[in-house]
Protein backbone atom coordinates (compact mmCIF):
# COMPACT_ATOMS: atom_id res chain seq x y z
CA UNK A 1 0.00 0.00 0.00
CA UNK A 2 1.20 3.14 -0.77
CA UNK A 3 2.53 5.68 1.87
CA UNK A 4 0.36 8.72 3.09
CA UNK A 5 1.08 12.01 2.88
CA UNK A 6 -1.14 14.65 4.71
CA UNK A 7 -2.36 17.29 2.56
CA UNK A 8 -4.27 19.25 5.68
CA UNK A 9 -3.24 22.85 4.65
CA UNK A 10 -3.28 22.54 0.86
CA UNK A 11 -6.04 20.53 0.19
CA UNK A 12 -7.87 22.71 -2.22
CA UNK A 13 -4.82 23.69 -4.23
CA UNK A 14 -3.98 20.03 -4.47
CA UNK A 15 -7.69 18.67 -5.28
CA UNK A 16 -7.48 22.04 -8.09
CA UNK A 17 -4.26 21.24 -9.58
CA UNK A 18 -3.05 24.39 -8.39
CA UNK A 19 -0.20 22.62 -6.09
CA UNK A 20 2.20 20.83 -7.48
CA UNK A 21 5.25 21.15 -5.32
CA UNK A 22 5.29 20.09 -1.08
CA UNK A 23 8.28 20.67 1.09
CA UNK A 24 8.49 18.19 4.04
CA UNK A 25 10.61 17.67 7.05
CA UNK A 26 10.61 14.41 6.22
CA UNK A 27 10.18 12.04 3.14
CA UNK A 28 13.90 11.86 2.84
CA UNK A 29 14.02 8.69 1.37
CA UNK A 30 11.02 9.34 -1.70
CA UNK A 31 11.93 8.24 -4.72
CA UNK A 32 11.04 9.55 -8.09
CA UNK A 33 8.50 7.35 -9.99
CA UNK A 34 7.06 6.48 -5.90
CA UNK A 35 3.32 6.78 -5.80
CA UNK A 36 1.71 8.61 -2.19
CA UNK A 37 -1.55 8.40 -0.96
CA UNK A 38 -2.84 11.71 -0.56
CA UNK A 39 -5.13 12.51 2.78
CA UNK A 40 -6.38 15.19 4.42
CA UNK A 41 -5.04 14.14 7.81
CA UNK A 42 -2.55 11.38 8.61
CA UNK A 43 -1.43 11.85 12.19
CA UNK A 44 -3.51 12.64 15.31
CA UNK A 45 -6.17 10.80 14.12
CA UNK A 46 -8.45 9.72 17.16
CA UNK A 47 -8.91 5.83 17.95
CA UNK A 48 -11.29 4.60 14.69
CA UNK A 49 -11.14 7.41 13.18
CA UNK A 50 -10.68 7.14 9.16
CA UNK A 51 -8.28 9.35 7.21
CA UNK A 52 -9.85 11.14 4.37
CA UNK A 53 -8.50 9.76 0.64
CA UNK A 54 -8.03 12.99 -1.51
CA UNK A 55 -6.35 11.57 -4.65
CA UNK A 56 -3.19 9.81 -5.50
CA UNK A 57 -0.16 11.66 -6.40
CA UNK A 58 3.17 10.52 -7.94
CA UNK A 59 6.67 12.02 -7.61
CA UNK A 60 8.57 13.18 -10.21
CA UNK A 61 11.31 15.16 -8.45
CA UNK A 62 12.95 15.11 -4.90
CA UNK A 63 15.63 17.26 -3.55
CA UNK A 64 16.54 19.42 -0.29
CA UNK A 65 17.42 22.91 -0.10
CA UNK A 66 17.36 25.24 3.16
CA UNK A 67 13.25 26.21 3.31
CA UNK A 68 14.58 29.90 2.81
CA UNK A 69 15.91 29.26 -0.40
CA UNK A 70 11.94 29.16 -1.69
CA UNK A 71 11.49 31.83 -4.74
CA UNK A 72 7.89 33.25 -5.46
CA UNK A 73 7.21 30.94 -8.22
CA UNK A 74 7.88 28.15 -5.71
CA UNK A 75 5.50 29.56 -3.31
CA UNK A 76 2.87 30.12 -6.14
CA UNK A 77 3.60 26.02 -7.06
CA UNK A 78 3.19 25.09 -3.70
CA UNK A 79 -0.78 26.54 -3.17
CA UNK A 80 -0.56 30.21 -1.71
CA UNK A 81 -0.04 32.48 -4.93
CA UNK A 82 -1.18 35.35 -2.46
CA UNK A 83 1.99 34.56 -0.40
CA UNK A 84 5.73 36.04 -0.72
CA UNK A 85 8.20 33.58 0.13
CA UNK A 86 9.26 35.18 3.92
CA UNK A 87 5.54 34.72 4.44
CA UNK A 88 5.82 31.52 3.22
CA UNK A 89 8.69 30.88 5.29
CA UNK A 90 7.32 32.05 8.52
CA UNK A 91 4.03 29.65 8.15
CA UNK A 92 5.90 27.00 7.52
CA UNK A 93 8.30 27.30 10.55
CA UNK A 94 5.23 28.19 12.90
CA UNK A 95 3.80 25.13 11.53
CA UNK A 96 6.29 22.82 12.65
CA UNK A 97 7.31 24.63 15.39
CA UNK A 98 7.26 21.45 16.98
CA UNK A 99 10.29 20.21 15.26
CA UNK A 100 11.92 22.79 15.41
CA UNK A 101 12.22 24.31 12.12
CA UNK A 102 13.93 27.15 11.33
CA UNK A 103 14.43 29.30 8.01
CA UNK A 104 17.77 27.80 7.69
CA UNK A 105 16.22 24.10 8.11
CA UNK A 106 16.61 21.73 4.70
CA UNK A 107 13.62 20.55 3.43
CA UNK A 108 13.19 17.70 1.54
CA UNK A 109 11.37 19.35 -1.98
CA UNK A 110 8.84 16.98 -3.76
CA UNK A 111 7.45 17.88 -6.98
CA UNK A 112 4.56 15.57 -7.88
CA UNK A 113 1.86 15.17 -10.34
CA UNK A 114 -1.57 14.00 -8.49
CA UNK A 115 -4.97 12.12 -10.47
CA UNK A 116 -6.77 15.16 -8.59
CA UNK A 117 -9.78 16.30 -11.38
CA UNK A 118 -12.02 18.18 -9.11
CA UNK A 119 -14.14 21.10 -10.30
CA UNK A 120 -14.33 23.89 -7.58
CA UNK A 121 -17.26 25.57 -8.07
CA UNK A 122 -18.36 28.81 -6.31
CA UNK A 123 -21.03 28.57 -4.07
CA UNK A 124 -23.37 31.68 -3.40
CA UNK A 125 -27.08 31.56 -1.30
CA UNK A 126 -26.55 27.50 -2.02
CA UNK A 127 -26.16 27.04 -5.50
CA UNK A 128 -23.06 27.60 -7.71
CA UNK A 129 -23.03 30.39 -9.70
CA UNK A 130 -22.57 28.52 -12.67
CA UNK A 131 -26.14 26.93 -11.85
CA UNK A 132 -25.16 23.56 -11.33
CA UNK A 133 -27.94 22.59 -8.83
CA UNK A 134 -27.74 19.50 -6.58
CA UNK A 135 -28.23 18.11 -3.32
CA UNK A 136 -26.48 20.36 -0.28
CA UNK A 137 -23.38 19.63 0.86
CA UNK A 138 -20.87 16.33 0.96
CA UNK A 139 -23.93 14.40 -1.03
CA UNK A 140 -22.58 16.39 -4.73
CA UNK A 141 -20.45 14.23 -7.07
CA UNK A 142 -16.91 12.86 -5.90
CA UNK A 143 -15.23 14.74 -8.95
CA UNK A 144 -17.40 18.14 -7.64
CA UNK A 145 -16.70 20.25 -4.73
CA UNK A 146 -17.83 24.14 -4.02
CA UNK A 147 -15.75 26.76 -2.08
CA UNK A 148 -18.30 29.57 -0.44
CA UNK A 149 -18.08 32.80 -1.58
CA UNK A 150 -16.61 34.37 0.90
CA UNK A 151 -14.39 32.00 1.44
CA UNK A 152 -10.53 32.91 1.51
CA UNK A 153 -10.17 29.86 -0.80
CA UNK A 154 -12.44 30.78 -3.31
CA UNK A 155 -9.53 32.03 -5.58
CA UNK A 156 -8.91 27.90 -5.73
CA UNK A 157 -12.16 28.02 -7.65
CA UNK A 158 -11.45 26.13 -11.60
CA UNK A 159 -15.26 25.88 -12.48
CA UNK A 160 -14.70 28.24 -15.82
CA UNK A 161 -18.64 29.40 -15.44
CA UNK A 162 -18.28 29.80 -11.48
CA UNK A 163 -15.62 32.38 -12.34
CA UNK A 164 -17.12 33.64 -14.90
CA UNK A 165 -20.17 34.44 -13.35
CA UNK A 166 -18.18 35.63 -9.98
CA UNK A 167 -16.36 38.27 -12.22
CA UNK A 168 -19.60 39.64 -13.91
CA UNK A 169 -21.23 40.07 -10.72
CA UNK A 170 -18.25 42.93 -9.90
CA UNK A 171 -16.82 41.28 -6.67
CA UNK A 172 -14.14 42.91 -5.47
CA UNK A 173 -11.35 40.83 -7.19
CA UNK A 174 -8.46 39.19 -5.28
CA UNK A 175 -5.25 38.95 -6.93
CA UNK A 176 -5.75 35.95 -8.20
CA UNK A 177 -9.27 36.40 -10.20
CA UNK A 178 -7.41 39.00 -11.99
CA UNK A 179 -4.50 36.40 -13.12
CA UNK A 180 -7.32 33.95 -14.01
CA UNK A 181 -8.65 36.66 -15.47
CA UNK A 182 -5.61 37.18 -17.48
CA UNK A 183 -5.22 33.55 -18.32
CA UNK A 184 -8.65 32.87 -19.32
CA UNK A 185 -8.23 35.86 -22.03
CA UNK A 186 -4.28 34.41 -23.57
CA UNK A 187 -6.20 30.96 -23.94
ZN1 LIG B 1 -19.61 25.91 -11.31
Keep these: MARLMSFALTETPLMTGAKDVTRRLGFRDA ?14 LR ?4 VTRLCMVQMRAVSFEPLEAITPDEVR ?8 PPEFVSMFCAAHRAKR ?6 VTRLAFVSTARTIIHVLANGLALCGKAGPPGELWPAAH ?5 EDPGAHHANCTRCVEALLAMRVRLARPFEEYRRHASQS
Design 77 to 84: REGFPEMT
Design 101 to 106: CRPDTE
Design 31 to 44: KVDEWFQAVRKAMG
Design 145 to 149: RWVSF
Design 47 to 50: KGEQ
